[in-house]
C-alpha cells in the first residue's frame, strides 16, 4: 500500500472510512444491496418491529428518506411496514425472513473489516484510539429527530 502523506486529521478520518467502507463494499454487493440498505437490515435485525420514525433516526436520516429506502426493501421482499392500529401515522417495520437471511453474518463480516483496519495497532493503542474518538464524539451534537 502506498503512504500518501495526508495534511489534516479529519482528512486521515474520511480516508479510514472510505477505506473501510471500500473492503465492506464486496461483502454488501454480493448480496445486491447499498451500505443504507444494509444498514437498515442490520437495525431491523436487532430491533424487531421498530418503529419507522427510529429507523429514520437510527440512520440519521428524515423521514421521507427513510420511506423511501423502506420501500425499495419491501419491493424486493426483505422488509414489511405495518400501520398501527392505534396510530395510522406511525408504521412498524420488521425483516422478513429473507431480509434476515440476506443480513445474516453482517456484523461478523463488519467486525472482520475493522479488525483489517485496526490490525497495525497493538490493544493498547486500539483502546486509547477508542478513547480519543469518544472524546470527540462526545462534542458533536447527536442529529435531531426529523
Do not use: C
Amino acid at each position: 500500500m502506498g503512504r500518501l502523506k495526508r495534511e489534516s486529521t479529519l482528512e486521515l478520518m474520511r480516508w479510514i472510512v472510505w477505506g473501510q467502507r471500500r473492503i465492506a463494499d464486496d461483502w454488501i454487493r454480493e448480496r445486491g444491496l447499498t451500505h443504507e440498505q444494509s444498514a437498515v437490515l442490520a437495525y431491523l435485525s436487532k430491533n424487531p418491529d421498530a418503529i419507522q420514525r427510529d429507523v429514520a433516526r437510527a440512520m440519521r436520516t428524515s423521514a421521507p428518506s427513510v420511506s423511501r429506502l423502506l420501500a425499495g426493501l419491501e419491493r424486493r421482499g426483505l422488509v414489511e411496514r405495518q400501520t398501527q392500529e392505534d396510530d395510522t401515522r406511525s408504521r412498524r417495520v420488521h425483516a422478513t425472513p429473507a431480509g434476515s437471511e440476506l443480513i445474516r453474518g453482517f456484523e461478523e463480516a463488519m467486525d472482520r473489516v475493522e479488525e483489517s483496519i485496526l490490525a497495525p495497532l497493538g490493544a493498547a493503542e486500539q483502546a486509547r484510539l477508542h478513547e480519543l474518538l469518544e472524546q470527540l464524539a462526545s462534542r458533536i451534537e447527536p442529529p435531531r429527530s426529523p
